[in-house]
């Protein structure tokens, strides 16, 4: 079954970082780009960067550069998304997203919930 | 950053059609900003609908359809149903990187 399995809710305080997860399962891991979104309660989709799995290339949004980091590790069929200097304006549902067909976005995960407070 | 608009809201009748467009603050959308179209039911994650301007899915209904439409990409629905009552999003590709609209909420009444 091809899936992106997400790990558990975060609860961080205000200038940490947070890293999280997606562990990939039922397709070749390192064939495509995966990427990561976010969305804030009650707000849009935010799109945060990709990284392509096989050749460990990487590209981010201007609004988030230098706070976050995308690697993977292929032994693992993972990725991970870090974000540094969390403020509450990060409290979101972060989700990865991959291709496995058609398009870029064919598969999601469940999201992580993270939560920033003091 | 390229800003990407939508239509906050629009509402539709069960049956009948609706149009959704997408704009791109650096000119016209075209085929080479691939859009994308994904469909947000509450507490769930998005799904795609349409990608490279007018693909479908295997799971995206046949009433959806996907275009460029005066220098914007446009999701049509052809036939709403209940069922398509939603938030949708575009997505465009800016020379490798991504930026999604700001969302249409669809109504179906």
């Known amino acids: 079954q091809v899936q992106l399995v997400q790990s558990g809710a975060e609860v961080k305080k205000p200038g940490a970082s947070v890293k999280l997860s997606c562990k990939a399962s039922?397709?070749?891991?390192?064939?495509?780009?995966l990427h990561w979104v976010r969305q804030a309660p009650g707000q849009r989709l935010e799109w945060l960067g990709w990284i392509h799995v096989g050749n460990d290339n990487t590209q981010y949004s201007q609004n988030f550069q230098g706070r976050v980091t995308i690697t993977r590790d292929t032994s693992a069929s993972t990725a991970y998304m870090e974000l540094s200097s969390l403020s509450s304006e990060d409290t979101a549902v972060y989700y990865c997203?991959?291709?496995?067909?058609?398009?870029?976005?064919?598969?999601w995960g469940k999201g992580t919930v993270v939560t920033v407070s003091s | 950053q390229a800003v990407v608009t939508q239509e906050p809201s629009l509402t539709v009748s069960p049956g009948g059609t609706v149009t959704l467009t997408c704009g791109s603050s650096?000119?016209?959308?075209?085929?080479?900003?691939?859009p994308y179209w994904f469909q947000q039911q509450p507490g769930q994650a998005p799904r795609t609908l349409i990608y490279?301007?007018?693909d479908k899915h295997s799971w995206t209904p046949a009433r959806f359809s996907g275009s460029l439409l005066g220098g914007k990409a446009a999701l049509t629905l052809s036939g709403a149903q209940p069922e398509d009552e939603a938030d949708y999003y575009c997505l465009i590709y800016y020379s490798g990187a991504r930026v999604f609209g700001g969302g249409t909420k669809l109504t179906v009444l």
């Open positions: 997203a991959t291709k496995t067909g058609g398009s870029d976005f064919d598969i």
């Open positions: 650096t000119g016209a959308v075209t085929s080479g900003h691939y």
């Open positions: 490279d301007t007018s």
């Open positions: 039922g397709y070749t891991f390192t064939k495509y780009f």
